[in-house]
C-alpha cells in the first residue's frame, strides 16, 4: 500500500460503519497518514464518541447501519449542533445517487459510493479537509463519486 501525501498529524476521524472489515481498513489506512482514528459500529455509538471525546476534524460516515443509521445520525447532528458548529461529514452509500438525494446539501461535505477504491477515498478525504481549512468558506453541497 503506497503512503499517500495527506499528513493527518494533529488531526482526528471518527469512521461509523457497522461492517467491522471497512471500519479496520480504514484505520490502518488513516493510522498510516497519521490520522488519529476512532471507530464505531453504528449512530448511536458514534453519537456518544462525539459526546465523550470531543470534537473530530472529519465523520466518515456509513448510511445503512442497524440501531440508529447514517440518516438518523445526521438528523440527530443537526438539532445538537448550530450550522456552523456541525462537523464535517463524508458518507458512505451503495444506495447510488437516490440515497444521497435524501440528504440536505448543508449536511454532509462529500460522498464516496460503496465498493470505493483507496485512492479516490483518500482524494475525497483531502478535498473535504482542505475545504474545512479555508477560511469562510461555505460547505458547497454533496457530490458522489463512485469507484473508478
Known amino acids: 500500500m503506497p503512503v499517500h501525501k495527506i499528513d493527518g498529524t494533529g ?3 471518527l469512521v461509523i460503519d457497522d461492517d467491522l472489515a471497512i471500519r479496520v481498513l480504514l484505520q490502518a489506512v488513516l493510522r498510516r497518514m497519521k490520522f488519529d482514528v476512532a471507530l464505531a459500529e453504528d449512530g448511536a455509538a458514534g453519537l456518544d464518541k462525539l459526546q465523550h471525546d470531543g470534537a473530530f476534524d472529519l465523520i466518515l460516515l456509513d448510511l445503512m447501519m442497524p440501531r440508529l443509521n ?11 449542533y448550530a450550522p456552523d458548529d456541525r462537523p464535517h461529514i463524508i458518507v458512505f452509500t451503495a444506495a447510488g445517487k437516490r440515497g444521497v438525494d435524501k440528504i440536505p446539501p448543508s449536511a454532509v461535505c462529500n460522498s464516496i459510493l460503496k465498493p470505493f477504491d483507496l485512492d479516490t477515498f483518500i482524494e475525497i478525504i483531502s478535498e473535504c479537509l482542505n475545504r474545512l481549512h479555508q477560511t469562510g468558506e461555505q460547505r458547497s453541497g454533496v457530490s458522489t463519486r463512485a469507484a473508478e
Open 70 to 80: 447514517g440518516y438518523e445520525f445526521i438528523e440527530q447532528i443537526g438539532q445538537k
Open 11 to 13: 488531526r482526528r476521524i
